[in-house]
Nanobody, 123 residues
Framework: QVQLVESGGGLVQAGGSLRLSCAASGSILMIGSMGWYRQAPGKQRELVAVISSGGSTKYADSVKGRFTITRDSAKNTVLLQMNSLNAEDTADYYC?????????????????WGQGTLVTVSS
């Protein structure tokens, strides 16, 4: 069973920075894309940033130029550097990954999620 463990959330003033970290652990066969989603109170969960196993990245328009996603595939970790934070970035942030499992000798892909970490930006 593969688990994603997040860290790095907290309280920061507007204009400040935070870095979120997520590490996959357990019996890992293969990890595909990794990314971050967020959910603010009363809103749907939305994509923040994703990085493929090959290093291609995609960002939500609202975070482009402020957030940077990177990964260390050897360590199965993904980082989200968040700069110039504002109140609209306040949310629970969830790590997401695609995990490969061998099912009856066939590779199947599953989505896995972390438990979430709260980011609060005070204005």
């Amino acid at each position: 069973q593969v688990q994603l463990v997040e860290s790095g959330g907290g309280l920061v003033q507007a204009g400040g920075s935070l870095r979120l970290s997520c590490a996959a652990s357990g019996s890992i066969l293969m990890i595909g894309s990794m990314g971050w989603y967020r959910q603010a109170p009363g809103k749907q969960r939305e994509l923040v940033a994703v990085i493929s196993s090959g290093g291609s990245t995609k960002y939500a328009d609202s975070v482009k130029g402020r957030f940077t996603i990177t990964r260390d595939s050897a360590k199965n970790t993904v980082l989200l550097q968040m700069n110039s934070l504002n109140a609209e970035d306040t949310a629970d942030y969830y790590c997401h990954a695609e995990e490969a499992r061998l099912i009856y000798m066939k590779t199947e892909w599953f989505e896995i999620w972390g438990q979430g970490t709260l980011v609060t930006v005070s204005s």
